[in-house]
């Protein structure tokens, strides 16, 4: 397959004119845009604008919806201080202040679980590492802390606007790697931002690379978390370094190590152009799997008929669907959350009509503080509705894969908007509060907060 070379090309708040299929569109669309702009991240780049987004079919399109930014995503109050401040030509000072007033009561940080993911090494936590599972490390990388476009929904979005000090961030130092050197229990390491794929081959390679030596035997299998395959495919097959990249992933399998890149697609329109076709038969030829994960989100992919179609799709390029995910509480939930009920039926929907192939994804799943909890479906109980909920992944690994029941919620679409069906506690409350108590006190006043994975 010819695939012609694209050069990455980046629009932010200040390039929004610039883009010439924007520009077409209806004054009020354009204003309400910029507005919510000036407050929640936005970037886009050239191959979502040229070969993603469907212009004609604006503003439902689902590639339009991921990143550009809709009246609906901030409350109505915030929305008018902005959009107030920018009729009155105010200073980009006090344009800055406001939009960081308004950040701030949209609260990104969920109060409570700062610390509990940190983990500690001669009793300094280490930055950058998140160990919640047993088995799996994540690490994120400082230089990939960013993306190569910013999703609409995504929670991440107080650290690309340097509302945080990025303190959850590594270097390439030897401190995230003496820490797994330690855990020989971890077999999982997966890097992950932001988008780590947005380092060049020499930054991810020095991450990588040590990874590779006999002191990380233990590490059996390598992930990387990324949106890059749909957002720049270009990355794998014609930029510059696209080829180092793929010889780095050629090495890590031949090491013997798996690798796995867990992608993230959230719509199959993602999978559709030649070069994304491209990129995947290049990763693939390493031996690296790609795994695909995606919320279930509002005004992009609420439609079973868009995962079931997408699954179908994945599995045909030899793509292996892993998580559906419930969208986090967090952010502009009100325009993207989907009730938990009807996360349950799209599920199902989707899931009735694929083959076996595609009946490895996991979900609908939240990832919440205690773990990843499944949410199995919807019965009754002496005549009462209650939800069927298991971990897929728990903080302590017993609790995986016990069935509990919570009061069926019309309105619930997180954990904490449910109730136990029985008794006043769920199951795994007690412990989990000890634990937060117990790592709170060991980590003293360091004041870290970490975004609740
Ligand atoms: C999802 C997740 C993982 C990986 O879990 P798997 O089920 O092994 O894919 C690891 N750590 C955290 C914090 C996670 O949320
Ligand atoms: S690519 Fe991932 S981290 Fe980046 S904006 Fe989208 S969801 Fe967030």
């Known amino acids: 397959m010819m695939i012609l070379e694209k ?3 980046f629009y932010g708040l200040k ?25 929640l991240p936005f970037r886009t780049n050239n191959y979502i604008v040229e070969e993603l987004i469907d212009w004609n079919n604006i503003p439902a399109d689902p590639m339009f919806q991921l990143t550009f930014m809709q009246k609906g995503m901030l409350a109505n109050d915030h929305f008018n201080r902005m959009a107030d401040a920018l009729r009155r030509d105010l200073s980009k000072e006090e344009l800055k202040e406001i939009a960081d007033d308004i950040r701030r009561e949209m609260n990104p940080h969920p109060a409570g679980q700062a610390v509990a993911n940190v983990p500690v090494l001669d009793d300094e936590p280490v930055a950058g590492v998140q160990h919640k599972y047993r088995e799996t490390c994540l690490v994120f990388p400082t230089g990939g802390q960013t993306c190569h476009a910013y999703c609409t929904f995504c929670f991440r979005w107080a650290q690309f606007v340097n509302m945080d000090d990025l303190q959850f961030a590594t270097d390439e130092s030897k401190r995230f790697q ?3 050197k330690e855990h020989k229990e971890i077999s999982d390491v997966l890097f992950t931002g932001g988008d780590p794929m947005v380092m060049s081959y020499q930054k991810l390679n020095a991450y990588i690379e040590p990874l590779l030596g006999p002191e990380f035997d233990h ?11 749909t957002y720049w495919p270009y990355k794998y097959v014609t930029d510059k370094d696209a080829d180092k990249i793929i010889d780095l992933f050629d090495r890590v399998v031949d090491s013997g190590k798996h690798l796995a890149i867990m992608a993230h697609v959230n719509h199959h329109v993602e999978l559709s152009t030649d070069v994304v076709n491209e990129a995947i038969r290049r990763i693939k030829k390493t031996g690296a799997q790609i795994r695909t994960q995606s919320p279930l989100i509002q005004h992009i992919n609420d439609d079973s008929k868009v995962w079931s179609t997408m699954w179908k799709k994945q599995v045909n390029l030899g793509l292996i669907p892993y998580y559906f995910f419930v969208e986090r509480d967090t952010g502009p939930k009100n325009y993207f959350a ?5 996360a349950v039926d799209i599920f199902r929907d989707a899931y009735s009509e694929v083959s076996g192939l595609c009946r490895t994804v996991r979900g609908p799943s939240m990832s919440a503080t205690p773990g990843k909890i499944q949410v199995e479906g919807i019965t009754e109980i002496n005549g009462e509705k209650a939800f069927v909920l298991n971990f ?4 302590n690994a017993k609790w995986v894969k016990n069935p509990f029941f919570a009061k069926y919620d019309e309105d619930a679409i997180w954990l904490d908007d449910l109730k136990p069906f029985f008794g006043d506690k769920f199951f795994f409350e007690k412990e989990l509060d000890e634990f937060i108590q117990k790592k709170t006190d060991q980590l003293g006043k360091n004041d870290i907060h970490v975004v609740n994975f």
């Open 7 to 9: 050069k990455l090309k």
């Open 15 to 39: 390039d929004l004119e610039k883009i010439p299929q924007f520009n077409q569109l209806p004054e009020e669309q354009k204003f309400e845009t910029k507005v919510v702009s000036h407050v």
């Open 178 to 180: 003496q820490y797994l």
């Open 219 to 229: 590490i059996k299998n390598i992930r990387i978390g990324t949106k890059s395959l």
């Open 338 to 342: 989907v009730p938990l009920h009807r």
């Open 392 to 395: 897929l992944q728990g903080r």
